[in-house]
């Protein structure tokens, strides 16, 4: 399905953020990792929500869901054997059950995505399974994949974090039910360190004890740890909802967005003071953020990795911003479900943006008076390069036509009829 967007000067309105992506997979592999019953509050409803709930099921855990809950019975230390996971397109949620799967004899992983996750590197986590015991055949680095694993050693265990935060995550989910305690040292620099915030407040959550150390490179984890069954209640999603804001933030609006707590450990929260530091109208209290936007913005340059699944928004935003927008340290934005540097600036040159790229930055010459439009943006299979070209489009001279704008619901499914109740005027088209 496409996307037609249609420039619209204003938006207004009330939404309640979507639940966070990054909190319902690891409420659900916590919950699965436990032997009780576990309830999660307002999970996400994503595919990659339920890419996760598709391996726990299939690995042994008993997932019964309404509109408003979801409740697991756990398979603990001992996952049933699956011969076959389908992880669909979801990065953190493959890197994750990996580890899992490290417990058992036999799992192989498809390769659902090839144009996508398919091409996204794994072998930090490789090497790291590897040098634990358990064989691994993949296809240089990458899907398909089968793990043999049964009882993984812990010990000493070293963890590159150049490429991706979520080889570290996967490690200290299953490093506490080893037979062994572990220390896990991260080498050379860890990449969306705050990412990794996450995990140790989920794993606190779920009564699981690790002593990291304040740099978050070194760990310390006593084995034969058991997961608690626990109630979990899902926040609001700051990636998905910087992608409103910076939409907000682009037009004559008066927005507000629900759900947005001030002391979310989600390194994106960053994102309202990015808005902010571009001069945009906007105030931030009780978990409410309310953006009233006159359309200008001024450049700046920010630190992406601390904000990393916000910064192709943000990026779309300082497409309209008076002077030149530096987004700097983002190497990793290379190895998501697309090239997010070299592929989405090629689309935003389309649409008539002025962009530049270096190996981990992005610079943008910033175009207050607005740009072109008219074309046919390539989707790339890569929902936030959807949803940043869909503020761009609003901005635009003549209407864009984003193809295969379905690929939204990897993490927001609703992320149109939203911008349609604040009046936006998008139509999907087959
Ligand atoms: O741990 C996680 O849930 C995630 C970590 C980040 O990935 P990297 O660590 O690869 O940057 C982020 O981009 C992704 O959307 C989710
Ligand atoms: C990169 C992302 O997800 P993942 O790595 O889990 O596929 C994302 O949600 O932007």
Redesign the pocket.
Do not use: E, I, L, M
């Given at each position: 399905m496409d996307m037609i967007v249609t420039p619209t000067r204003k938006l207004s309105g009330e939404i309640q953020a979507l639940s966070s992506?990054?909190y319902t997979?690891?409420y659900l592999l916590v919950s699965a990792l436990a032997e009780g019953t576990s309830t999660i509050l307002y999970p996400a409803h994503s595919e990659d929500g339920e890419a996760m709930r598709r391996c726990i099921r299939d690995l042994g855990a008993i997932v019964e869901e309404d509109e408003t809950k979801i409740v697991i019975t756990g398979f603990g230390r001992h996952p049933q054997p699956a011969k076959e996971l389908n992880v669909g397109n979801a990065?953190?949620v493959l890197r994750?059950v990996m580890s899992v799967a490290a417990l058992l004899p036999e799992v192989r992983f498809v390769n659902a995505y090839p144009e996508s996750l398919g091409k996204r590197p794994h072998d930090d986590l490789i090497v790291a399974l590897e040098s634990m015991g358990v064989t691994i055949e993949h296809n240089n680095g990458r899907l398909p994949m089968t793990i043999k694993g049964g009882n993984p050693r812990g010990g000493k265990i070293q963890v590159s974090g150049n490429?991706?935060?979520?080889f570290l995550?996967s490690l200290l989910f299953v490093t506490p039910l080893l037979d062994e305690d572990s220390e896990i040292e991260v080498l050379h620099d860890l990449?969306?360190k705050v990412?990794i915030g996450?995990?140790l407040e989920v794993l606190q959550q779920a009564g699981i004890v690790i002593e990291a150390s304040d740099d978050l490179m070194r760990y310390r984890i006593p084995g034969k740890q058991k997961y608690k069954a626990q109630t979990y209640t899902v926040q609001g999603d700051y990636?998905g909802s910087a992608a409103i804001l910076a939409a907000a933030a682009v037009t004559e609006s008066d927005v507000v967005v629900h759900r947005l707590m001030e002391n979310s450990k989600q390194g994106e929260r960053a994102v309202v003071d990015v808005l902010k530091a571009m001069n945009v109208p906007l105030t931030h209290e009780n978990g409410i953020v309310r953006v009233k936007g006159n359309g200008k913005l001024t450049a700046g340059e920010f630190d992406g990795d601390e904000f990393?699944?916000g910064v192709l928004a943000m990026v779309a935003a300082a497409v309209f911003a008076e002077g030149t927008s530096r987004f700097y340290n983002v190497e990793?934005l290379r190895?998501?479900e697309c090239d997010r540097i070299t592929d989405y600036l090629a689309e935003l040159r389309k649409a008539g943006a002025n962009v530049e790229e270096k190996r981990d930055e992005i610079i943008v010459h910033g175009r207050p008076e607005g740009v072109e439009g008219g074309v046919e943006i390539d989707a790339h299979f890569d929902h936030r390069v959807i949803m940043a070209l869909t503020i761009v489009g609003l901005r635009s001279a003549a209407p864009i036509r984003i193809k295969d704008a379905h690929h939204v619901a990897k993490s927001y499914p609703i992320y149109f009829d939203h911008l349609k109740a604040l009046g936006a005027q998008v139509e999907w088209t087959e």
């Open positions: 992506k990054n997979t690891r990065g953190a994750f490429v991706s935060s979520q995550s990449k969306s990412v996450q995990t990636p990393t699944d990793n190895y998501k």
